[in-house]
C-alpha cells in the first residue's frame, strides 16, 4: 500500500470513529478568502492603538479598538443599509453596558457588580430572541456590561462609552466606504451566485451531485431573496435604476431556477450549449451596478426577432429553459418578499432570560473568587457562548474551548518575541485579520485570533499577563455553565426545533403540490419560493441539531428523510407543472 493510500486510509478510519455530531460541530464552512473583511478587521483594530500611541492615550486607544473588534466581528455580506444599522445597534448598546458597568465598578462594591451583571444577563436574554438585530444588541449590552465591570477606564463617566461607540463608528466606516462607488454590489454579487449556481445545477445533471447541487441553487436564490427584499417596493422595481434592474434580474432567476429544476428531474446529462444557458442570461440582464447611475436603457427598440437559443428545446425542461432564455422575467411581476419571521414567544423570552441572567450571576461570582475586580473573561465568555440563534451550543462552547487554547499558545510565542508596543500594534493588525476572516470560515479560528487581540489590549492597559493562561481555565468553566443550563433545561430542543421545521417544510410542499397547476406565474413562483424556503430551513435545522448531542440519534434520519421526500415532492411537482400539467 502507498503511503498517501494509507494516509487516506487512516483519515477515513479516525472520520468513522469520531461521533457524526462531532464532526459537524468541528466542521468549517466553504467560502472564498473574504479579504475585504481581514482589510478591515486589521485596520479597525489596529489603527485606534496606533492613534492611542500617538496622542499619549493607550487606554482610549484599547477601548475604541474594542468598539471596532467587536463591530468587525458582526460584519456580513448583507446590504450596506442592514449593516449600518447591525453596526449602529451594536455601538450603541455596547455602549449603554459599558456605561452601566463603569458606573456599577466606580460606586459600588462585588455585591453591586454581581446585581448589575445579573440584571444585564436578563435584560440581554429577553431582547436577544426578538430577531438578528435584537440578538447583536443584546449580546453587546451584555458585553459592555461585563468589561465595564473589569476594566477600570480613566477619565470622566463618559469617556468610555463614547470612545467604545467612536470604535464601532470606525468601523461602520470602514465597512460602508464602499458604498460610494459600488452601491449595490452586495445584492448584485447574490443575484449573479443565483446564474452561477443554476449553471452548476445544471452541469451536474444526470449526476449523483444533482441533488446537492439543487439545494445550493435553493440557498443562493433564498440569499438573493433575502438582500433584494429590502428594496421589493414597487417604486423600486419599476424604475429604471440598478436596484430595479436588480429586481428584473431576479425574477428571470426564479423563472430560471423553475426550468432547471424541471431539467434536473428529467435526470439526464446535458450538452454545453444548454449549460452555459445561465451564464448568457446574466450577461443580458443583471445590470452593472454603479453608484447613483442608472441601469442601462432598456427602453430604446424591441429587436424584430426574440434571440433563439443554442440549443433544440426538445423536453418540456428545454422548452421551459428556451422560454426564460427569449423573454427572461416575462409575465412577472413578483417582488422579492421577506421571509415571515414569527416573532417569539413570551415563555420563550423568559426562559432564555432567566437562564442567560443565571448564567451570568454565576460567572460573576466564580470570576471575583478568582480573579476579583479583574474578573471580566468569565462573564463576556458567557455572554459570546449562550446564544442558540448562532449555531449550535456544544459546538460554540467547544471551538471557543479550541480556539482560546490555540490563541493562548499563539500569545507565549509573541510575548516571547515582541515587547515594543507599536510592534504589537502589527500583531493586532495581522490577527484582527485572522479574526475577521474567521467569522466566516470557523468560530475557532475567530476565538484563536481574538485571543492574540485580547493580549495586545492587555499590554496596552498594564494589566498583569500572568492572568492570560488562566483564561483557558475561564472559557472551561463558561462553557460547563452554559451547557449545563442548556442541556438541563432544554435536553430535546434540537429536536423540537428541527420537527417543528420538518412540519412547516411538510404543510408547505403540500400547498405547493395543491394549488401550483391552477395558480398563474407569479402565484405558482410565490408557492414554490416558499416550499422551497421552508426545505432549505429545515435542512438548516436538521443541520444545527445534527452537531449537537442528543439522546434519540434514530430519530435524526428519520427527518432527514422526510425532508429528502419533500424535496423530491417538490421537484416532481416543479417539473409536472412546466411541463403543462393541469388538473
Not at 489590549?457 to 498583569?464: E, K, M, Q, V
Request: aromatic share 6%.
Amino acid at each position: 500500500m502507498s503511503v498517501p493510500t494509507a494516509l487516506r486510509a487512516r483519515a477515513g478510519t479516525l472520520r468513522g470513529a469520531v461521533p457524526g455530531w462531532l464532526g459537524r460541530s468541528l466542521r468549517a464552512a466553504r467560502a472564498p478568502f473574504p479579504r475585504a473583511a481581514a482589510v478591515r478587521g486589521a485596520l479597525a483594530v489596529s489603527v485606534p492603538l496606533m492613534v492611542g500611541l500617538l496622542a499619549g492615550h493607550p487606554v482610549a486607544g484599547v477601548v475604541v479598538g474594542l468598539g471596532g473588534l467587536w463591530a468587525v466581528g458582526q460584519d456580513s455580506a448583507a446590504p450596506y443599509k442592514a449593516r449600518a444599522l447591525r453596526i449602529a445597534a451594536l455601538g450603541g448598546s455596547a455602549a449603554v453596558g459599558l456605561l452601566a458597568g463603569a458606573t456599577a465598578l466606580r460606586y459600588g462594591d462585588a455585591v453591586v457588580i454581581a446585581a448589575l451583571l445579573a440584571v444585564a444577563g436578563l435584560v440581554s436574554g429577553w431582547v436577544s430572541v426578538g430577531g438578528p438585530l435584537a440578538s447583536v444588541a443584546g449580546m453587546h449590552l451584555l458585553l459592555g456590561a461585563t468589561v465595564g465591570t473589569g476594566i477600570p477606564v480613566p477619565g470622566p463617566w463618559w469617556a468610555g462609552p463614547l470612545e467604545l461607540l467612536a470604535g464601532a463608528l470606525f468601523a461602520l466606516t470602514l465597512t460602508c466606504l464602499p458604498w460610494l462607488w459600488r452601491r449595490h454590489s452586495p445584492e448584485r454579487e447574490a443575484v449573479i451566485a443565483v446564474f452561477d449556481a443554476a449553471e452548476r445545477a445544471l452541469s451536474r445533471a444526470g449526476t449523483s451531485g444533482a441533488t446537492e447541487a439543487r439545494a445550493r441553487m435553493t440557498l443562493a436564490l433564498n440569499t438573493a431573496q433575502d438582500l433584494l427584499a429590502v428594496h421589493s417596493s414597487r417604486k423600486h422595481a419599476e424604475r429604471p435604476t440598478s436596484i430595479g434592474g436588480l429586481i428584473t434580474a431576479f425574477r428571470a432567476s426564479v423563472q430560471l431556477v423553475e426550468a432547471v429544476t424541471a431539467l434536473m428531474v428529467e435526470g439526464r446529462p446535458l450538452p454545453p450549449a444548454v449549460v452555459r444557458v445561465p451564464s448568457l442570461l446574466a450577461a443580458r440582464v443583471v445590470p452593472p451596478v454603479r453608484a447613483g447611475r442608472p441601469a442601462p436603457d432598456t427602453s430604446g427598440p424591441v429587436p424584430d426577432r426574440e434571440p433563439e437559443p443554442p440549443f433544440t428545446a426538445d423536453t418540456p425542461g428545454l422548452r421551459a429553459l428556451a422560454e426564460v432564455y427569449r423573454a427572461p422575467g416575462r409575465s412577472l411581476t413578483l417582488l422579492p418578499d421577506p421571509p415571515a419571521y414569527a416573532g417569539p414567544r413570551l415563555a420563550d423570552r423568559l426562559r432564555f432570560a432567566l437562564l442567560l441572567g443565571g448564567c451570568t450571576l454565576a460567572a460573576a461570582v466564580v470570576a471575583y473568587l478568582l480573579h476579583g475586580p479583574r474578573g471580566y473573561w468569565l462573564p463576556m465568555t458567557v455572554a459570546f457562548l449562550y446564544k442558540p440563534d448562532l449555531g449550535p451550543v456544544f459546538g460554540r462552547a467547544l471551538n471557543r474551548c479550541l480556539g482560546t487554547v490555540a490563541g493562548v499558545g499563539m500569545v507565549a510565542v509573541v510575548a516571547w518575541l515582541v515587547t515594543d508596543q507599536w510592534a504589537l500594534t502589527l500583531v493586532a493588525a495581522v490577527f484582527g485579520a485572522v479574526m475577521a476572516a474567521g467569522v466566516r470560515y470557523h468560530y475557532a479560528l475567530s476565538t484563536f485570533g481574538l485571543t492574540v487581540i485580547v493580549f495586545v489590549f492587555i499590554d496596552f492597559l498594564g494589566d498583569d499577563r500572568q492572568l492570560l493562561p488562566s483564561r483557558v481555565l475561564e472559557t472551561v468553566i463558561a462553557a460547563a455553565l452554559v451547557l449545563t443550563a442548556h442541556f438541563l433545561t432544554r435536553p430535546d430542543s434540537w429536536r423540537v426545533r428541527a420537527e417543528l421545521r420538518v412540519a412547516a417544510a411538510d404543510r408547505a410542499w403540500r400547498r405547493y403540490d395543491r394549488r401550483a397547476p391552477a395558480a398563474s406565474p407569479d402565484e405558482r413562483h410565490q408557492l414554490r419560493r416558499t416550499a422551497y424556503r421552508r426545505l432549505a430551513e429545515a435542512r438548516q435545522a436538521l443541520d444545527t441539531a445534527g452537531a449537537e448531542p442528543n439522546r434519540d440519534p434514530d430519530r435524526f434520519p428519520v427527518l432527514e428523510r422526510r425532508v429528502a421526500r419533500a424535496e423530491q415532492g417538490c421537484d416532481a411537482i416543479t417539473a409536472y407543472v412546466v411541463a403543462g400539467g393541469r388538473r
